[in-house]
C-alpha cells in the first residue's frame, strides 16, 4: 500500500491541512497499559509521526490478556519501551520516543509538557493524574483524559480557560467502615480484607498507624497480642515458627477468646470460634515440613507458577495458617525486606503481600463463619479490583484519540487558547460553545444503551470552576487543632496525601517554614515534628494564612488555618454518626481517622450547576453535568472500588420500567447536532450532541453502581 493510500482517507475526513496538522503534531502518552495500547496503536494507523510515551511500570504476566503489546517473553522488561518497538513495527513512518520513568520525574516539568500540541492520558491512579492535569494547565497543552471501570467509560477533554480541568469537581471516596464493625464483629468478607490490612500495618509498617494497635499503658488492659508483634533478632527456623505460634495464638485465638468472655457477642447471630490449637499447631509442623524439605524452593512446590488453579481454589483453615506463617518467615530471612519492617507498605501486586493479607482475612473469616474466599477473589477485593475489560479500553481509546486528532485538525494551540476570551464577549460566547460542543465533547461509555441503542453517550463540557484552586483562584479554609497538629502532618496528609502536591513549599508572610526541591534549605526539615502552634515566625494559630507554592507543578495556593481543639472533632464525629445512624448510604466525616476538614477543596455540586457553560439553559447545566459528576471512573490498571450487581441491575430494571410509562416516544429532532428535543416546552429542554439528556443522566445513574 502506498503512502497516499494509506493516509488519504484521514485527508478526506480532515482536509489536507488539518492531516498535515496531526501527522506532524507531538504528542504526549502518559502510560502504556490496558488504554496507553490502545492509544499507541491508534496513533500509529493514523500516522502521527513524533510520539513520546512515558510509563514506570513493568510488563506482568497478568498484563497479557488486554495489553497487546505485550508478550510472554517480554514479562519483567519496561512497557514503555517495549510498547513503543511494538507501535513502530505497525507503521515505520513513525517515532515513539518511550521513557521507563516516573510522570513525576523533575525532568517532566512545564517546559518539556510546553513543547506537545496534544497530551493522551492513560494512568491508573488517581495522584499522577492531578500532576498531569496540572502541568497541562501550566503548560497551556490540551489534555484528554480517559479512564474506564469494566464496561463503564469516559474521555474528558481539559483546556484551560475553556472547559473544568480534573480537579474541578470531587472525586468518589473509596468506601469505609465503622471501625468497631471491622475490629469486633465483620460480617462480611470485606470487613476481614480490611482487618487484614490493618494487621498487614501492625506488624510489617508503623504499628500506631494500625486500628488494631492497643496502647496498654493507655488503657490499663493487657493486650493479647501487642506484646508479639516484633520480629525475634533469631532468625533460625525453629525460633521464626515459635513466633508465628505465639502471635497466631494471640491474634486468632486468645483475642476472640477475651471478647467472647467480655460478651461482647452475646447479641450476636452467630458467635465466633477461636481457631483452635490443634490447627495452628498443625499448620506450624507443615510449614516446618515446607521450608524443612523445600528450602530452595518451597515457592514454586506450594504456588506452581505453570499451575494458576490455587489462586481460584477455596483453602482451608490451616492451609490458610500455613500461609499466614510462610509469609512472616520469608519477610524475617529476606535481606530486602528485613530493614524495611516498619516502614513497609502494602501493595496487592507484592505476591508475600497479597498472600498474606489473603491468608489473614481467610483465618479472621473462619473464626465469624463468613465464607473463605480464593487467593483471587480476595486479591479483588483487597485491591478494590473491577476486571477489566479489553473491549471497553478499545472504544474508550477510540473516542480519546479521535477528539484529540479533531482538536489538531480545527486548531493550532495559540488559536485554540484565545478562545477563552472569546467567551467574555456575549455575541461570541454562542459561537465558541458551539465550537465547544462540535470539538471536544466529554465522552462516555456506557454498560447498557440508551432508549435508542447508544452506548457512547457524549455531553456538553462543563466550563472550569472559579473556586477550584487548580484552575481557578481560591483560598481553603483548614480547620485544625494547632496545639497537635504537626508541619509534618500537614505536608504528608494535607498537601500530598489530600491535595496532591509534589514539592511543596509552606511560607507564613516573609517566614518560610518548610520547602522541598532543588536548592531547598535542608535545614527547614527541622520544623516537620513540632506543631502548628510552636512553628517559627510565632507559630501558626487561628487565622493564619499560609501560602503554599509548588514549582514543579506552577501551582499556588492560599491556606487560611482554624483552630479546633481535637475534643471539637470528636464531638463532630458523634454527632455525625449520631445523626446517621440509620442511614448506611450517609457519607462518612473526613475527619474521622486524620482529625481535620479542609473546606473549599473542590467546588460542590451547586458550584458546578452555577458555572457550567454560561450561554446554556439552566437545564443544561444540570443535565449535562450531572452525569460528569457521577462518572468517576479509571484505567483499568487503576483498582478503584467494587460493582454491585445486585444493584446495578436494579437500576437496570427501574430503567426499563421507566422507559415503559414513557407517554411519547422522542422526537427524530434528538438525534441531530446541536438542535433542541422536540418537546412541548422547547425553549426550556437543554441542548445536547447526538444524545438524549434523559440519556446522559441514565448514565450517570448507571454509574452509581461503582
Given at each position: 500500500m502506498t503512502q497516499a493510500d494509506r493516509y488519504s482517507v484521514y485527508r478526506s475526513l480532515y482536509g489536507h491541512d488539518g492531516y498535515a496538522r496531526i501527522a506532524n503534531a507531538k504528542i504526549l502518552v502518559v502510560g502504556a497499559g490496558g488504554i496507553g495500547c490502545e492509544i499507541l496503536k491508534n496513533l500509529a494507523m493514523v500516522g502521527c509521526k513524533n510520539i513520546d510515551l512515558i510509563d514506570l511500570d513493568t510488563i506482568d504476566v497478568s498484563n497479557l490478556n488486554r495489553q497487546f503489546?505485550?508478550?510472554?517473553?517480554?514479562?519483567?522488561?519496561?512497557?514503555?519501551?517495549?510498547?513503543?518497538?511494538a507501535a513502530e513495527t505497525f507503521n515505520p513512518d513513525i517515532k515513539v520516543t518511550a521513557f521507563h520513568d516516573n510522570i513525576k520525574s523533575t525532568r517532566f516539568n512545564t517546559s518539556y509538557f510546553g513543547k506537545f500540541d496534544v497530551v493522551l492520558n492513560a494512568l491508573d491512579n488517581l495522584d499522577a493524574r492531578r500532576h498531569v492535569n496540572r502541568l497541562c494547565l501550566a503548560a497551556k497543552v490540551p489534555l484528554f483524559d480517559a479512564g474506564t471501570t469494566g464496561y463503564l467509560g469516559q474521555v474528558m477533554p481539559i483546556v484551560k480557560g475553556l472547559t473544568a480541568c480534573y480537579e474541578c469537581f470531587p472525586k468518589p471516596s473509596p468506601k469505609v467502615y465503622p471501625i468497631c464493625t471491622i475490629r469486633s464483629t465483620p460480617d462480611k468478607p470485606v470487613h476481614c480484607i480490611v482487618w487484614a490490612k490493618e494487621c498487614f500495618k501492625l506488624l510489617f509498617a508503623r504499628p500506631s498507624d494500625s486500628m488494631l494497635f492497643e496502647d496498654e499503658s493507655a488503657t490499663n488492659d493487657r493486650s493479647e497480642y501487642m506484646h508479639l508483634i516484633a520480629f525475634p533478632a533469631d532468625k533460625a527456623l525453629e525460633s521464626l515458627l515459635s513466633f508465628a505460634r505465639a502471635l497466631s495464638e494471640g491474634l486468632f485465638q486468645k483475642e476472640t477468646q477475651k471478647k467472647i468472655d467480655m460478651d461482647v457477642y452475646k447479641t450476636a447471630a452467630v458467635m465466633p470460634v477461636p481457631i483452635s490449637t490443634a490447627q495452628i499447631e498443625d499448620a506450624v509442623a507443615l510449614a516446618r515440613d515446607i521450608l524443612t524439605n523445600n528450602p530452595s524452593d518451597w515457592k514454586q512446590h506450594r504456588y506452581d507458577a505453570a499451575d494458576g488453579r490455587w489462586e481460584q481454589t477455596v483453602p482451608s483453615v490451616v492451609d490458610a495458617l500455613i500461609d499466614f506463617i510462610l509469609c512472616l518467615v520469608e519477610v524475617a530471612t529476606n535481606d530486602d525486606t528485613v530493614p524495611l519492617i516498619g516502614q513497609l507498605s502494602f501493595d496487592k501486586d507484592d505476591f508475600w503481600a497479597m498472600r498474606f493479607v489473603s491468608a489473614c482475612a481467610n483465618i479472621r473469616s473462619a473464626i465469624f463463619s463468613i465464607p473463605i474466599l480464593s487467593f483471587h477473589d480476595g486479591k479483588g477485593i483487597a485491591g478494590n479490583i473491577i476486571p477489566a475489560i479489553a473491549t471497553t479500553n478499545a472504544i474508550v481509546s477510540g473516542a480519546q484519540v479521535a477528539l484529540a486528532l479533531k482538536c489538531l485538525a480545527h486548531f493550532t494551540k495559540e488559536a485554540l487558547y484565545a478562545l477563552p476570551d472569546r467567551m467574555i464577549d456575549p455575541e461570541s460566547a454562542q459561537a465558541v460553545t458551539d465550537q465547544v460542543r462540535k470539538v471536544f465533547p466529554h465522552t462516555y461509555c456506557v454498560r447498557h444503551p440508551s432508549r435508542r441503542g447508544y452506548f457512547l453517550q457524549p455531553s456538553v463540557p462543563d466550563r472550569p470552576v472559579s473556586s477550584c484552586y487548580v484552575c481557578?483562584?481560591?483560598?481553603?479554609?483548614?480547620?485544625?487543632?494547632t496545639t497537635v497538629f504537626t508541619l509534618k502532618d500537614l505536608v504528608t496528609k494535607v498537601l500530598k496525601g489530600k491535595l496532591g502536591f509534589n514539592e511543596p513549599a509552606i511560607s507564613q508572610g516573609s517566614n518560610i517554614l518548610y520547602e522541598e526541591g532543588d536548592g531547598a534549605d535542608e535545614d527547614l526539615a527541622d520544623n516537620l515534628p513540632l506543631t502548628l502552634a510552636t512553628c517559627p515566625g510565632g507559630g501558626i494559630h487561628d487565622g493564619t494564612l499560609l501560602e503554599i507554592s509548588d514549582f514543579t507543578q506552577q501551582l499556588e495556593l492560599t491556606v487560611m488555618v482554624t483552630h479546633r481543639s481535637n475534643a471539637e472533632f470528636e464531638a463532630m464525629i458523634a454527632a455525625h454518626q449520631e445523626k446517621n445512624q440509620n442511614n448506611p448510604n450517609a457519607a462518612p466525616l473526613a475527619v474521622a481517622i486524620d482529625m481535620f476538614i479542609?473546606?473549599?477543596?473542590?467546588?460542590?455540586?451547586?458550584?458546578?450547576?452555577?458555572?457550567a457553560a454560561p450561554v446554556a439553559s439552566s437545564g443544561d447545566a444540570a443535565k449535562a453535568t450531572t452525569a460528569a459528576a457521577q462518572v468517576q471512573v479509571e484505567d483499568d490498571d487503576d483498582m478503584i472500588m467494587i460493582v454491585d450487581e445486585a444493584q446495578f441491575e436494579a437500576e437496570k430494571k427501574a430503567q426499563q420500567q421507566q422507559q415503559q410509562q414513557q407517554q411519547q416516544p422522542p422526537s427524530d429532532a434528538t438525534t441531530v447536532v446541536g438542535k433542541k428535543r422536540g418537546r412541548e416546552n422547547e425553549e426550556d429542554q437543554p441542548t445536547v450532541v447526538d444524545v438524549d439528556t434523559d440519556d446522559v443522566d441514565t448514565a450517570a445513574k448507571r454509574a452509581r453502581a461503582t
Open positions: 503489546l505485550f508478550r510472554p517473553e517480554h514479562v519483567g522488561q519496561s512497557k514503555a519501551l517495549i510498547a513503543a518497538k481557578g483562584s481560591s483560598q481553603m479554609t483548614l480547620m485544625v487543632d479542609l473546606e473549599g477543596e473542590q467546588a460542590s455540586s451547586s458550584a458546578r450547576t452555577d458555572t
